[in-house]
């Protein structure tokens, strides 16, 4: 992408009406507009690093067996009064009447619809189990919104239905989902800790939060620093994480004989990212959910859901990624693999190497932004620096006339000059 065509409206200032250094920086970055309170526009970078979240969650959800499929956002008063949720909802669901007068609503979630398509589609044993997912936007009329989209009003998330046969089937979905989260956390760079957590108005008796230690956190989580030890890529880490304990302060207020050793108690604030629930019947049996068992008697689904906040995710990733220059973005999720800087735009020479350099670049299928505006080299590195993006290839006079580039990581700041080729070679051209 040549920066001079693009849109990307860098802020100079730090916007005052932004408190966290994510919101800041997606403000500056170019990533997102404010539109309404708590509702955002996503500007081109942001919807590269939005769709690369999503597609991440979507990996890990296919790879566990969960199956996609597109709910829509707007639902009908009718199906939640089925549930008995229409009235306990709250002035958080945005409630509203069509030309006929018809009650609807924007969905904050979509137990209820998944439930009666499941209840309309499926008739017997053999079509359980199943777990259902889709990425779509939700409302919920929060009364505060505030951090950016960490805590929007309408946001992007990730959520998931279980069916099974009985209890014990339950309870393999749920852990399955339960691995399935922690390795998309890990895929996108971050060490999210599972936190036991009450179950509230959705009823049953399994729960666990994610959350990304951050100081700007919203909860204060307590945890034992063993949870820290174990390796999410161990077969047996949903067993040992899940048997470690971590619990959200208001939570561990309540337990009066804490089994962890007071060196090993930590407190931190944490970012809930996802959230996973197994709640047994709560739905099947109030909407009706019932399919023919394998002794031709009928059986009421074991549900669970399974959310994942996607539009959340990319603050969250920012608040554990960035310096004081700008966003430091994981490999994973970057907008751009690379940022390819001309130092001297205009300069025959220069233009010349760097306009080669991006065909290469664009030949080897690695994502690029060019910036080849008439701007000074200060202000270009600045740009990329705020951006994030990993890597930073930078073509100028001196590097030209001698057939070199230099090639800067975000990360660590190390700089080294090579040969275009070494540079294709290292960036997996
Ligand atoms: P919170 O406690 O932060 O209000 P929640 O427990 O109400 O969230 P869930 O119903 O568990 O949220 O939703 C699943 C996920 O969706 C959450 O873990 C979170 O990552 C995300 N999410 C929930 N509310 C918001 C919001 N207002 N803005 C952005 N993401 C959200
Ligand atoms: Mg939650």
């Given at each position: 992408?040549?920066?001079?065509?693009?849109?990307l409206?860098?802020?100079?200032?730090t916007?005052?009406?932004?408190?966290?250094v994510?919101?800041?920086?997606?403000l500056?970055?170019?990533?997102?507009?404010?539109t309404?309170?708590?509702?955002?526009?996503?500007?081109?970078?942001?919807?590269?690093?939005?769709?690369?979240?999503?597609?991440?969650?979507?990996?890990?959800?296919d790879?566990?067996?969960?199956?996609e499929?597109?709910?829509?956002?707007?639902?009908?008063?009718?199906?939640?009064r089925?549930?008995?949720?229409?009235?306990?909802?709250?002035?958080?669901?945005?409630?509203?009447?069509?030309r006929?007068?018809?009650e609807?609503?924007?969905?904050?979630?979509?137990?209820?619809?998944?439930?009666?398509?499941?209840?309309?589609?499926?008739?017997?044993?053999?079509?359980?189990?199943?777990?259902?997912?889709?990425?779509?936007?939700k409302?919920?009329?929060e009364?505060?919104?505030?951090?950016?989209?960490?805590?929007?009003?309408?946001?992007?998330?990730?959520?998931?239905y279980?069916?099974?046969?009985?209890?014990?089937?339950?309870?393999?979905?749920?852990?399955?989902?339960?691995?399935?989260y922690?390795?998309?956390?890990?895929?996108?760079?971050?060490?999210?800790?599972?936190v036991?957590?009450?179950?509230g108005?959705?009823?049953?008796?399994?729960?666990?939060?994610?959350?990304?230690?951050?100081?700007?956190g919203e909860?204060?989580?307590?945890y034992?620093s063993a949870?820290?030890?174990?390796?999410?890529?161990?077969?047996?880490a949903?067993?040992?994480?899940?048997?470690?304990?971590?619990?959200?302060?208001?939570?561990?207020?309540?337990?009066?004989?804490?089994?962890?050793?007071?060196?090993?108690?930590?407190?931190?604030?944490?970012?809930?990212?996802?959230?996973?629930f197994?709640?047994?019947?709560?739905?099947?049996?109030?909407?009706?959910?019932?399919?023919?068992?394998?002794d031709?008697k009928?059986?009421?689904?074991?549900?669970?859901?399974?959310?994942?906040g996607?539009?959340r995710?990319?603050?969250?990733?920012?608040?554990?990624?960035?310096?004081?220059?700008?966003?430091?973005?994981?490999?994973a999720?970057?907008?751009?693999?690379v940022?390819?800087?001309n130092?001297?735009?205009?300069d025959?020479?220069?233009?010349?190497?760097?306009?080669?350099?991006?065909?290469?670049?664009?030949?080897?299928?690695?994502?690029?932004?060019?910036?080849?505006?008439?701007?000074?080299?200060?202000?270009?590195?600045?740009?990329?620096?705020?951006?994030?993006?990993?890597?930073?290839?930078?073509?100028?006079?001196?590097?030209?006339?001698?057939?070199?580039?230099?090639?800067?990581?975000?990360?660590?700041?190390?700089?080294?000059e090579?040969?275009?080729?070494?540079?294709?070679?290292?960036?997996?051209?």
């Amino acid at each position: 992408m040549r920066l001079s065509r693009y849109f990307l409206p860098l802020l100079k200032e730090t916007p005052t009406d932004a408190q966290i250094v994510s919101h800041q920086l997606m403000l500056r970055a170019g990533l997102v507009r404010q539109t309404s309170a708590g509702i955002y526009a996503w500007l081109p970078v942001g919807l590269r690093v939005l769709n690369k979240i999503a597609d991440l969650v979507r990996r890990e959800q296919d790879r566990a067996g969960a199956i996609e499929l597109l709910m829509p956002t707007i639902q009908s008063a009718d199906l939640w009064r089925q549930s008995g949720r229409y009235d306990a909802y709250g002035p958080e669901m945005l409630r509203f009447k069509d030309r006929h007068e018809r009650e609807m609503l924007y969905g904050p979630t979509n137990e209820e619809m998944i439930t009666a398509l499941f209840r309309d589609s499926v008739r017997s044993y053999r079509d359980l189990p199943r777990t259902l997912y889709h990425i779509q936007w939700k409302f919920r009329d929060e009364v505060r919104p505030r951090f950016g989209v960490m805590r929007g009003r309408e946001f992007l998330m990730k959520d998931a239905y279980s069916f099974d046969l009985d209890e014990a089937g339950g309870k393999v979905s749920y852990n399955a989902m339960f691995e399935a989260y922690l390795r998309t956390f890990a895929a996108m760079g971050l060490k999210a800790v599972p936190v036991r957590a009450p179950t509230g108005p959705i009823g049953g008796d399994m729960s666990h939060e994610f959350h990304i230690l951050a100081e700007t956190g919203e909860s204060e989580i307590f945890y034992d620093s063993a949870i820290e030890d174990v390796d999410v890529t161990d077969p047996e880490a949903v067993s040992k994480l899940s048997s470690i304990y971590a619990m959200e302060a208001e939570e561990h207020e309540k337990v009066t004989n804490c089994p962890v050793p007071a060196e090993r108690l930590l407190s931190r604030r944490g970012i809930e990212v996802g959230h996973i629930f197994f709640f047994g019947t709560k739905y099947s049996a109030s909407m009706g959910l019932s399919v023919q068992g394998q002794d031709g008697k009928p059986v009421t689904p074991q549900m669970g859901s399974y959310g994942i906040g996607v539009s959340r995710l990319v603050g969250a990733v920012i608040e554990a990624c960035h310096d004081e220059d700008g966003i430091i973005w994981p490999e994973a999720i970057a907008p751009f693999k690379v940022g390819l800087i001309n130092l001297r735009s205009g300069d025959a020479a220069c233009d010349v190497a760097a306009d080669d350099l991006y065909a290469k670049l664009q030949h080897a299928g690695i994502e690029t932004l060019y910036d080849d505006r008439d701007e000074r080299g200060g202000a270009k590195f600045a740009g990329m620096d705020l951006i994030g993006i990993p890597w930073q290839l930078v073509v100028g006079p001196k590097g030209v006339s001698a057939g070199v580039v230099e090639l800067k990581h975000r990360k660590t700041g190390e700089r080294h000059e090579l040969s275009v080729d070494a540079a294709l070679e290292k960036l997996g051209g």
